[in-house]
C-alpha cells in the first residue's frame, strides 16, 4: 500500500507539475524585469521582482501600454456585463425556468431543449447576434453583451439548478402550499432559499465564463469604457497583436488580472460544480 | 379565507363517490366516508393501499378524478389548499430548512395577515401546549426526530384548522419515542379536540389512536369502524388478517349440517359448533385469533409444537396441526418445549367464518 | 390543482427563459435560415450551398474540424481519466490539495491560455523548447501548429473530464470494494468488474458535456495562429468567423452557421440515442 501510494505521488506530482507550470510561468514573467524575460536560457527562478509590469507612472487608462494597469476600463466593462449577465441568468431565467422544469413542466422535451441551448457553438450564432444587437442600436454597449451573453448563463442555469431543485423534497413546498402560500412565494420563499448553494454555483460559473467570453466580445464591441463595452480579453487581444513579442512583462502582468478572479471563484464553488453539471447524477 | 377558530374546528369530512386515478391506475375506487367532528379517524392499510392519496385528496394536494369532497359542508373540489383550513403534517415533516422554529410555525399566520402581536402570542401559545418553548430560536437541523415532530404538529395546529391531517408521522421515530408520542398525540387531540384525519399502515398505531378506523386495501375501503369493533368482528378476510398481531390463524375447511347442529370440518380436524347457525353449507376459512385457542387436558385438536416464544407477560406457541401451522397466545409463562405433542380448543363464540368465494364473514 | 393550472403556472416560471428562447435562439435559427438562402443581390437561391461544395477551405476546415475534435476528445478525456484513477488510488493526506490543483485550469479564461502558450512556447525565449532541448516552432509549423491548439485546449479542458470522473470515483459505495476482496478479486478485476461498470453513466455524462465544450474552440485558434500556417489550424468556427467578419459575406457564413448547427445536431442526438445519458441524469425515465 505504501509502496503504491508513493507511486501515484510521483504521478500527482507530475499531473500538478504540468497544471501550474504555465500560471507560474505567467505570475514570473509579470513579475520579471525585461532583461530576465528575454534572455537564453530561459530564468526560471528570477532574482529580481518588479511590479513596474502592473503599474508605472505615467500609465494612462484606456490604451493599450506597457503596464496591465491600462486595462482598467476593459475591467470595468467586464465587471458590470458578467455580473449582470449572470445574475439576469441566474435570478430572473434560470431559477425560475429550473423550478418550473422540475415542478410544473416535467417534459423530456423541455430538458432536451436547454441542452440544445447549451450546446449552441458560439460561432454559429455570432450573425445573428451580431444582425439582433445592431437592429436593437447596441452594438458596443453593455446592453447589447449582456442580452448575448444570456445566450449561456441561462442555459447552464437552468441546467444546474434543475439538479438542485429535484433534490429538495416536495412536501416542503406542500406544506407550504396549505400554510397558505401561493406557488410564487412558494417559490420565492420556501424553494429557492433551499437551494441557495445551487445559486450560488449558478452565479459564479455564469460570471466565470461572461468574464472569459471572447468570440461575442469580439464581434459586437470595439472600443473601451467609457466610449464603448469592450472586456477584457479584448484588452489582451489588442495587447497581443499591437505589441507582439515586445512586452511580455505587461502581457503576463495583465493575464494575470484576468485570471486571478476567475480562479479564486472557481475555487470557490468548486464543491458543487460537479453536482451541477451532471444535474445531480453524482451527488458530491 | 380563514374562518376563525371554533368554527372551523366543529367541522366533518365526507368523501362521496371518489375514485381517484394515476393515468390508468386506479389509486382510490368510489371511495365513500364520513369523518365526524373531533373524531380522531385513522386511515389504515398496506403500502399502496391508497390511504396518504385519499388524504391528499382531502388536503388538496391532489385533483378528484370523480366524486366530491365536502367539508364544514361545503364542497370542496376546486379550493385550493390553502382556503380549506386543513394543515397537515408530514411524513418527513416538511419544515421549512431556512426557517427557525418561529419562523416555521408562524408563516402561515403571518400569510394570512396575523397581526406581530397576535403571531407571538399564538406562536407561544402553541409552543407551551408542545414543550417546544426552549426551542424557538433553533434551525429544524439542530433538532431530535422527536422534536422536529412536535414543531411540525405545532405548525400545523397554530391556525387552528378545521381538519388536522397526518400522514405517517410517527414512522420516522424509533420504536420507544413512537409510543410516547403515540399518548401524547392522543391526549394532545382531546385537548385542541380538532377533527383528525390519521394515516398509517401500523395496525397497532392505529389501534391505540383512533376512534374510528378505515381500513383500505388497493383503493377499496373494506371496512369502517371502532377498533373494538375492527378486532372482535373483521368484516372480511383482508382486515381480519391485516388487524390484531401475532395475525388471526386461518384454517380452510367446511361447514356441515349435522344433524340439528353445525360442524366445521377441516382436513385434519372438525369441531362441533353448539351455538352458532348458517344458512348454507359453505367452503370457509375459520379466523381464529392466538388467544382464543386454549390448552386442554382432553378431548381436544392433537397438535404438535414447533416453537415456544416466552415474551413474559404471554407465550407464543407455533403449533402444528396436521397441514396447518397455527399461533396460540398462552398468558403467562408455560413450560413447554419444541417436539411436545398438546391437545388445543378453540372458544367457540370466537370463531369467525368467512365465505371462501366472497371473502366476506358469515357470522351474524 | 388540475393539469391545466399545472401547465399555467408552469409557463408564468418559464415566460422569462420562453421569451428570451424566442427571440435569442428561434429568431437567430430564422435569421441563418433566411440569410443563407439569400444571394449577394438579395434573392433567393440555393448558390450559398453550391458554393459549399466547391469550397476547398471549407473542406480543409472540416478535415481540421475532426482532426481538433478528435485529437481533444482523445487527449482530454483519456488523461482526464487517467488523473481521476490515480487520485481516487491514492490514500495520502494530500488527496483534496491535489483535486483543486488538477482543477485550476478549468477557471481560466482561453485567451490567458493563448496568451500563455505564446510566452512558454516562444521559440526563441520559452521554457519549453529549453527545457525540450530542442528548437521547434510550434505555432509556426504546418505539422505541430494543430497538436498545439489541442495540448493548449486540453490543458484548459482536462480537469473538467478530471473533476466528474474523480466524483463518480468517490462515488462508488465502499461496500462495493470490501465485497470484492472479500470475494478475493484482485486489483484489476476489481477496477473491471466494479469500479469502471459504476461510473458509466457519469463517463458518458462527462464525454457529451466535454465534446459540448470541445466543439466552442476558436479563441485559441484566433489569438494562437490565426488559422495558420497556411489553412491548417482553419476550423469550422474559425471559417465562419472569417467569412463573416474579414470577408463580409454574412450569406455564405450563415450557410457555414447552419451547417455547423446540423453537424453538432447529428452528433448530439446520436450520443443521446446510442447512450441512456438522458436517463443518467434524470430527464427521462
Redesign the interface.
Known amino acids: 500500500m505504501k509502496k503504491l501510494d508513493a507511486f501515484l505521488l510521483i504521478l500527482l506530482i507530475i499531473f500538478s507539475f504540468f497544471a501550474l507550470f504555465p500560471i507560474y510561468w505567467t505570475v514570473i514573467t509579470a513579475l520579471k524585469v525585461n532583461s530576465e524575460i528575454f534572455t537564453i536560457p530561459p530564468v526560471f527562478f528570477p532574482t529580481k521582482i518588479t511590479f513596474s509590469n502592473f503599474y508605472t507612472p505615467g500609465t494612462t487608462f484606456g490604451e493599450v501600454s506597457q503596464t496591465a494597469f491600462g486595462s482598467f476600463p476593459w475591467l470595468i466593462n467586464s465587471t458590470i456585463i458578467a455580473l449582470a449577465s449572470s445574475l439576469i441568468g441566474t435570478f430572473v431565467i434560470g431559477a425560475p425556468a429550473a423550478y418550473a422544469l422540475t415542478r410544473y413542466l416535467k417534459n423530456v422535451w423541455f430538458a432536451r431543449l436547454i441542452l440544445f441551448m447549451m450546446m449552441i457553438p458560439e460561432a454559429a450564432f455570432i450573425i445573428p447576434f451580431y444582425v439582433i444587437i445592431t437592429k436593437l442600436n447596441m452594438i458596443n454597449t453593455w446592453w447589447g453583451l449582456i442580452l448575448v451573453y444570456i445566450s449561456f448563463t441561462a442555459p447552464l442555469s437552468t441546467w444546474l439548478l434543475m439538479g438542485f431543485f429535484s433534490d429538495i423534497p416536495k412536501s416542503v413546498e406542500e406544506a407550504a402550499s396549505i400554510d397558505g402560500l401561493s406557488a410564487f412565494s412558494t417559490f420565492y420563499k420556501i424553494a429557492l432559499p433551499m437551494v441557495i448553494p445551487g445559486i450560488m454555483v449558478s452565479i459564479i460559473l455564469n460570471f466565470i465564463n461572461a468574464w472569459n467570453e471572447f468570440i461575442y466580445a469580439l464581434v459586437l464591441t470595439y472600443t473601451p469604457f467609457p466610449t464603448g463595452a469592450q472586456t477584457v480579453p479584448l484588452y489582451l487581444t489588442d495587447f497581443i497583436v499591437i505589441e507582439k513579442s515586445f512586452a511580455w512583462g505587461g502581457l503576463a502582468a495583465a493575464g494575470v488580472i484576468v485570471m486571478l478572479p476567475s480562479i479564486i471563484l472557481g475555487i470557490y464553488a468548486q464543491k458543487y460544480l460537479v453536482k451541477g453539471w451532471t444535474m445531480g447524477a453524482v451527488k458530491e | 379565507m380563514d374562518n376563525g377558530g371554533s368554527e372551523g374546528i366543529m367541522s366533518e369530512v365526507i368523501v362521496e363517490n371518489v375514485t381517484k386515478k394515476f393515468g390508468n391506475f386506479v389509486a382510490l375506487d368510489n371511495v365513500n366516508l364520513t369523518i365526524k367532528p373531533k373524531e380522531f379517524f385513522v386511515l389504515l392499510g398496506p403500502s399502496g393501499s391508497g390511504k396518504t392519496t385519499l388524504l391528499r385528496l382531502i ?3 391532489e ?1 378528484i378524478t370523480e366524486g366530491s369532497i365536502y367539508i364544514g359542508g361545503k364542497k370542496v373540489n376546486d379550493v ?3 382556503d380549506r383550513n ?3 403534517v ?3 415533516y ?5 426557517f427557525n422554529v418561529f419562523d416555521n410555525i408562524a ?2 399566520l403571518k ?2 395577515g396575523y397581526s406581530k402581536d397576535a403571531i407571538k402570542s399564538r406562536v407561544s401559545e402553541i409552543a407551551k401546549i408542545l414543550h417546544i418553548e426552549d426551542i424557538l430560536n433553533k434551525k429544524p437541523r439542530e433538532l431530535s426526530g422527536g422534536q422536529q415532530q412536535r414543531v411540525a404538529l405545532a ?1 400545523a395546529l397554530v391556525r387552528e384548522p378545521s381538519v388536522f391531517l397526518l400522514d405517517e408521522p410517527l414512522s420516522n421515530l424509533d420504536a420507544k419515542l413512537r409510543v410516547e408520542a403515540r399518548s401524547f398525540l392522543r391526549s394532545l387531540q382531546k385537548e385542541v379536540g380538532v377533527t383528525t384525519v390519521f394515516v398509517t399502515h401500523d395496525q397497532s398505531e392505529a389501534m391505540a389512536l383512533a376512534t374510528t378506523i378505515a381500513v383500505l386495501d388497493k383503493g377499496i375501503i373494506k371496512q369502517v369502524g371502532d377498533p373494538y369493533e375492527l378486532y372482535t368482528k373483521p368484516k372480511d378476510i383482508f382486515t381480519a388478517g391485516f388487524i390484531g398481531s401475532p395475525a388471526m390463524n386461518m384454517i380452510p375447511g367446511k361447514l356441515v349440517k349435522d344433524g340439528s347442529s353445525w360442524r366445521f370440518v377441516s382436513e385434519d380436524f372438525s369441531v362441533q359448533l353448539i351455538n352458532t347457525e348458517f344458512e348454507n353449507e359453505y367452503d370457509v376459512i375459520l379466523g381464529i385469533r392466538p388467544e382464543h385457542i386454549t390448552l386442554v387436558k382432553d378431548d381436544g385438536i392433537n397438535a404438535k409444537i414447533n416453537n415456544v416464544e416466552p415474551m413474559g407477560a404471554v407465550t407464543y406457541l407455533d403449533i402444528q396441526v396436521g397441514s396447518v401451522e397455527l399461533t396460540v397466545q398462552y398468558t403467562g409463562l408455560i413450560k413447554l418445549e419444541a417436539g411436545m405433542e398438546i391437545k388445543v380448543k378453540f372458544v367457540e363464540e370466537k370463531m369467525l367464518f368467512y365465505d371462501r368465494k366472497t371473502e366476506k364473514l358469515l357470522n351474524i | 390543482m388540475n393539469r391545466n393550472q399545472v401547465i399555467k403556472i408552469g409557463l408564468v416560471f418559464a415566460a422569462p427563459l420562453i421569451i428570451y428562447f424566442l427571440i435569442f435562439f428561434i429568431y437567430p435559427i430564422y435569421l441563418l435560415f433566411k440569410y443563407s438562402f439569400t444571394s449577394a443581390s438579395g434573392a433567393f437561391s440555393f448558390i450559398n450551398f453550391e458554393n459549399m461544395i466547391r469550397d476547398p477551405i471549407l473542406y480543409d476546415s472540416l478535415i481540421n474540424t475532426l482532426y481538433y475534435f478528435i485529437g481533444s476528445v482523445a487527449v482530454q478525456f483519456s488523461a482526464g481519466f487517467i488523473a481521476a484513477v490515480i487520485l481516487n488510488s491514492y490514500t495520502g493526506r494530500l488527496k483534496n490539495a491535489f483535486r483543486s490543483i488538477l482543477y485550476i485550469p478549468l477557471t481560466i479564461s482561453p485567451i490567458v491560455i493563448a496568451l500563455m502558450w505564446l510566452i512558454i512556447f516562444n521559440p526563441t525565449y520559452g521554457p519549453v523548447d529549453y527545457m525540450l532541448d530542442m528548437n521547434l516552432n510550434w505555432l509556426g509549423s504546418m505539422n505541430l501548429a494543430m497538436p498545439t491548439i489541442i495540448l493548449a485546449n486540453a490543458w484548459e479542458y482536462i480537469p473538467f473530464v478530471f473533476l466528474i470522473i474523480y466524483a463518480g470515483l468517490q462515488s462508488v459505495p465502499k461496500q462495493y470494494y470490501e465485497a470484492a476482496s472479500i470475494d478475493g478479486m484482485s486489483r484489476f478485476q476489481t477496477f473491471r468488474y466494479i469500479t469502471l461498470p459504476s461510473i458509466r453513466p457519469i463517463m458518458i455524462i462527462a464525454f457529451l458535456l466535454n465534446s459540448i465544450g470541445i466543439l466552442q474552440g476558436f479563441t485559441l485558434v484566433y489569438v494562437l495562429t490565426n488559422g495558420g500556417p497556411g489553412f491548417s489550424t482553419y476550423i469550422l468556427s474559425f471559417y465562419i468567423y472569417k467569412v463573416a467578419f474579414t470577408y463580409f459575406n454574412l450569406n455564405y457564413a450563415s450557410a457555414l452557421s447552419l451547417l455547423f448547427l446540423v453537424i453538432i445536431g447529428i452528433y448530439v442526438y446520436a450520443i443521446l440515442k446510442l447512450s441512456s445519458v438522458e436517463k443518467y441524469l434524470g430527464i427521462k425515465k
Open positions: 388536503a388538496g394536494l385533483d385550493p389548499p390553502k386543513v394543515a397537515m408530514f411524513q418527513n416538511a419544515l421549512y430548512p431556512h408563516l402561515t400569510v394570512r405548525r
